[in-house]
């Protein structure tokens, strides 16, 4: 009776491994994927937010991009650059080869509707990109009301966690989608910047610290951003104002200029950071990774003072009467049209 035990135990251990390397062998095998060179017609594919490789990988093998969901989720399994697949519809050829197929998916280019929201645009901007792709004014206008920046960021709105990358939305998505798909981007980007531990090394709460990333990103070129992140916190520090021409033209709802007048400043805005002292209230734009980044990493120097004297040359300074000079020497150069577009 034992003996027949022990040898029932043997071929039912012997059946297991015969199966498991029959199974292995069916997922492995070319039969499994469709063969090179044979593409049918283009189809458009619609990829969710937050879909997992075995998703992607039903989702064509539905549409007959590939043979077989198992070869498509083998090769995103061994390929890092699938972690990159952007959510949104791409248009793709079917009978595709699970390499082939991820290759087209990683083309921005095949993108249906890519919308490319850059690095510094205002929310209100952001709403006439949007806007100009198929969702209503109404629609946008009242999402972008109710939206709230991600926990543990306190602003008067969304400004300033609309990220700014390229993105693509099925069709039919809600406007309130959209926003929430790009306040995730935000704190995935966040996250790896490590804002919150950032912010307390800074003695700034982390929102402190997208509010002075965009004025950052308003203020300057990338070259000079850890620069100028370092003069607003000097400014802080000392208890001057900030000064800073771009928050007054987001107080007054004005884009398209680069200077304000004298009428301007008189603006009765918390924004008015000639009036009022401190930080805004909030982002006047929304920053990219480099703003952020800086304004966590802010140069080592002890300059008040900054101007971008002609486009490219930004100056910087702990003496007011050299920043005056410049600041005549940008007069001049802006009188005689450096700054025009």
């Not at 198992?70 to 090769?75: E, P």
């Not at 949007?130 to 920046?149: I, M, V």
């Amino acid at each position: 009776m034992t003996r027949k035990r022990g040898v029932l135990t043997v071929i039912i251990s012997m059946s297991l491994i015969a199966g498991l390397f029959f199974g292995v062998r069916q997922y492995l095998h070319p039969a499994f994927d469709f063969p090179t060179g044979t593409p049918g017609v283009e189809v458009v594919v619609a990829i969710p937010t937050g879909a997992t490789g075995a998703d992607m990988a039903h989702i064509l093998a539905k549409e007959k991009v590939i043979k077989t969901w198992q070869a498509f989720f083998k090769q995103a399994s061994i390929d890092p650059r699938a972690m990159n697949i952007q959510p949104g519809s791409h248009r793709i050829s079917t009978h595709l080869t699970a390499k082939n197929a991820l290759a087209q998916l990683l083309d921005r280019g095949r993108m249906v509707g890519l919308i490319n929201i850059t690095e510094g645009m205002r929310s209100s901007e952001i709403l006439k990109v949007l806007r100009k792709t198929g969702w209503t004014l109404a629609d946008l206008a009242s999402a972008y009301a109710n939206a709230r920046p991600p926990v543990g960021y306190s602003s008067p709105t969304a400004e300033g966690y609309l990220f700014p990358a390229s993105y693509s939305f099925a069709q039919g998505v809600s406007a309130i989608k959209v926003f929430q798909t790009m306040m995730d981007r935000f704190r995935r980007e966040a996250t790896s910047l490590n804002i919150v531990e950032g912010a307390k090394i800074l003695s700034l709460s982390p929102a402190q610290i997208v509010t002075v990333a965009s004025l950052v990103q308003g203020e300057g070129d990338p070259a000079d951003f850890s620069k100028i992140a370092r003069v607003i916190l000097n400014r802080l520090s000392d208890g001057m104002n900030l000064q800073l021409d771009t928050t007054v033209l987001y107080a007054l709802k004005v884009t398209g200029r680069i200077r304000v007048t004298n009428s301007d400043l008189h603006v009765a805005s918390r924004y008015n950071t000639y009036k009022y002292p401190g930080l805004p209230p909030g982002p006047i734009d929304n920053p990219g990774q480099k703003a952020l980044s800086a304004a966590l990493n802010p140069a080592t120097g002890s300059w008040l003072y900054f101007v971008t004297v002609k486009p490219g040359d930004t100056r910087f300074t702990s003496s007011e009467s050299q920043f005056f000079k410049w600041k005549t020497e940008y007069e001049r150069n802006y009188r005689a049209g450096a700054f025009k577009p």
